[in-house]
C-alpha cells in the first residue's frame, strides 16, 4: 500500500505505540507524532524512535495527519473524539481518517457522532492484543501478529475508509474481522469482561472472608491461571465495566442462570446434571484451545 | 530415615506411581507393590520400574506392607478402606500404616471408621500436586518437590504415625502441612473446587448461548488462562464435586453474595465500588502470586 505521509497516535501507551511502531517497521509511514496528556511518554516515545515527534496540543499534532489513530484510555475517547470533531473540518484535512482501539464499541460509535460530516472518516476497530506490561516503553512492532482485530464500521463509515484501515492492520500481522457494534460488544463481553468481572470477583470474595489472604497459601496452578487477569488494571476495567454495562450484565445474567442450576445440582447431588455440563464445557474448551490466540493478554482485551 | 520393607500403592496412577517413584528414587524403600482394578495400569508401572510387583487380590496386595497408600479415585476411596478395615486386623498386619491422597477429606475421615481398630493408623493426606496428564504413564518422582501436602490428622490418629507419614512425604521434596479436615475442605472448595466449577459454567455458557462457540473465536490469551481448568476430568470433578458438597456450596453461596454486589454496583454505574473492588484484588493476586504454587495442576487439585 502506499505509505502514510504523516500518521499520529493519540495516546502513546503499549496499543498506540506498538502499532506506530509496526508501521515504521514496514516503511508504511513517511512521519508519526503524538499527542498524549503525559509529556514523559511521548519523550519516551520519541527517545525510542517510535514516533518522529510530537505535540501537547492536540490541533497541532493532528494538522496535515493522513490518519489519526484514538489510543487513549477508554474513558477519555469519547472527550477526544469531541474535540477532533471541529479540527477535522479545518482546511487540509478533508482526507484524514480516524480510527479508534478502544476495547468497547457501543459507547465510541455514539460518541462519533461529534465528528459531524467527518464521521465517515471514521473506522471503529479493537485490536484484541495486549501484554501484562503497559506504557509506551513495552511496545513493539510485533505485538498484532497473529492477532485479532474487530472493525465495527457503521452505515456511517465510508467503505473505501474500512477497506483501508483493513489493509494498513493487516500490514501489522494482524487478522481482521469485521461485525456489527452490538455483536462486537456483547462477545466481548462474554469472553473478557465477563470472565475479568469474575475473576476480580472471586479473588476480593477469598481475600476479605474470615480466612483473609492465608487461604491463597494452598492454591495451585489451576488457580493461579484462573485468577491472572485479576492482576489487570483496575483503573481500566472499571472503565470498561461502564461502558460496556449492558452488554456485561446481559452475559452476567446468562451466567448467574447457568450457575444456579449447577448449584441446585451439587445440592442435589446431582452428579448427571454434573456430569453433562463439565463434558460439554470440557469438549469446548478442547476444540477451541487450539484457536485461541497465542499469548497471554491482560491489560486490553 | 530407615526404610520401608514393603510399600503397596492402591490405584496405580499419576499420584500413586508418582509417590512410588519417588520413595524408590531416594532408596526409601525395599519393595514396592501394586493393587487396582485395571490389569494394564498395573503392568505397565511395572515394566516402568516404578513398581516390582502387583496383584489384583487386595488381600495379597497388602499382606505384610508397611505402608498402604490409598491413592483410587475420590468416588472409589469409601470402598477401598471399608474393604482394607478386616485385612489390617490380619495377623502380621499390626504395624501397617495407611495414608490417602484423596483431594476432599470429610469424606474419607468419616469412611475411615470402617478400619475399626486400624484407624488410629490411618493418616489423611493430600498432595496439592498434578498435571495436565494424568495415568501411570505421566509418573515422575519429582512430582511433589516444592509442592504441599496436606494432612488431616484426627483425634483418633496416632500422632506416631502422622509424624511418620509426615517424615516421608517429605523425602519426595515436599512442604507438610498439617490442619483440620474441615478447614482443608473449606479451603480447596474456596481456592480449587470453586474455581472449577465456575470455569465450567462459564465455558457451557458461552457455548450453549445462541452464539455458540463461535464466540470463542474472539477469545485472547485471558479467556485462555481464565478457562484451562474446564479442560480437566469430568469425572473426577464430578466427584470432587459431590464428595465435598457441603464446602463447596458455602463457598459458592458466599461468591454468589459478592458478586451480586458488583452487578448492583454495574447497574448503578458505581465506578468508586467496581475500583475498590477491583484493586482490592488486584493487590491480593499480586501479593501471593509469588506464593502460589510454581507449576499448572490441572487434573488432581
Redesign the interface.
Known amino acids: 500500500m502506499k505509505p502514510l505521509q504523516r500518521l499520529t497516535i493519540l495516546g502513546l501507551g503499549l496499543i498506540g505505540g506498538s502499532l506506530a511502531a509496526a508501521l515504521k517497521q514496514r516503511g508504511l509511514v513517511a512521519e508519526t507524532l503524538a499527542w498524549g496528556r503525559r509529556e514523559a511518554s511521548l519523550a519516551r516515545g520519541r527517545e525510542l524512535g517510535v514516533i518522529d515527534g510530537y505535540s501537547l496540543d492536540l490541533a497541532t499534532a493532528v494538522a496535515g495527519a493522513d490518519l489519526v489513530v484514538v489510543a487513549t484510555p477508554t474513558r477519555t475517547v469519547e472527550a477526544v473524539l469531541a474535540e477532533l470533531g471541529p479540527l477535522l473540518q479545518q482546511p487540509g484535512q478533508a482526507h484524514t481518517l480516524v480510527t479508534d482501539v478502544a476495547s468497547v464499541k457501543g459507547n465510541v460509535v455514539a460518541a462519533a457522532a461529534a465528528l459531524g460530516p467527518a464521521r465517515s472518516r471514521f473506522v471503529p476497530g479493537h485490536p484484541?492484543?495486549?501484554s501484562e506490561r503497559s506504557g509506551i516503553a513495552a511496545a513493539r512492532p510485533d505485538l498484532f501478529r497473529g492477532?485479532?482485530v474487530?472493525l465495527t464500521p457503521t452505515e456511517a463509515t465510508d467503505p473505501a475508509a474500512a477497506e483501508w484501515v483493513e489493509t494498513l492492520w493487516r500490514q501489522t500481522g494482524a487478522e481482521v474481522?469485521t461485525m456489527g457494534v452490538e455483536e462486537h460488544d456483547?462477545?466481548?463481553a462474554?469472553?473478557?469482561h465477563?470472565?475479568?468481572?469474575?475473576?476480580?470477583?472471586?479473588?476480593?470474595?477469598?481475600?476479605?472472608?474470615s480466612?483473609g489472604?492465608a487461604?491463597?497459601?494452598?492454591?495451585?496452578?489451576?488457580?493461579?491461571?484462573?485468577?491472572?487477569?485479576?492482576?489487570?488494571?483496575?483503573?481500566m476495567?472499571?472503565?470498561i465495566?461502564?461502558a460496556n454495562?449492558r452488554a456485561?450484565?446481559a452475559a452476567?445474567t446468562?451466567?448467574?442462570?447457568?450457575?444456579a442450576e449447577?448449584?441446585r445440582a451439587?445440592?442435589a447431588?446431582d452428579?448427571d446434571h454434573?456430569?453433562a455440563?463439565?463434558?460439554?464445557?470440557?469438549a469446548?474448551?478442547?476444540?477451541?484451545?487450539s484457536?485461541?490466540?497465542?499469548?497471554?493478554?491482560?491489560s486490553q482485551?
Chains 1, 2 share one sequence.
Do not use: C
Not at 284 to 289: K, L, N, S
Not at 291 to 298: E, I, K, R, W
Open positions: 484484541i492484543a495486549g492477532h485479532r474487530i474481522v456483547a462477545v466481548l462474554a469472553t473478557s465477563l470472565p475479568h468481572l469474575l475473576a476480580y470477583s472471586l479473588v476480593d470474595t477469598l481475600a476479605s472472608s480466612r489472604e487461604v491463597f497459601r494452598y492454591a495451585a496452578g489451576g488457580f493461579r491461571d484462573f485468577t491472572r487477569i485479576a492482576s489487570s488494571d483496575p483503573v476495567w472499571r472503565d465495566a461502564l454495562r456485561l450484565l452476567l446468562d451466567f448467574n442462570h447457568h450457575l449447577l448449584q451439587v445440592e447431588g452428579g454434573l456430569m455440563v463439565f463434558e460439554r464445557a470440557k469446548a474448551r478442547d476444540r477451541f484451545a484457536q485461541m490466540q497465542p499469548s497471554a493478554t491482560m482485551e
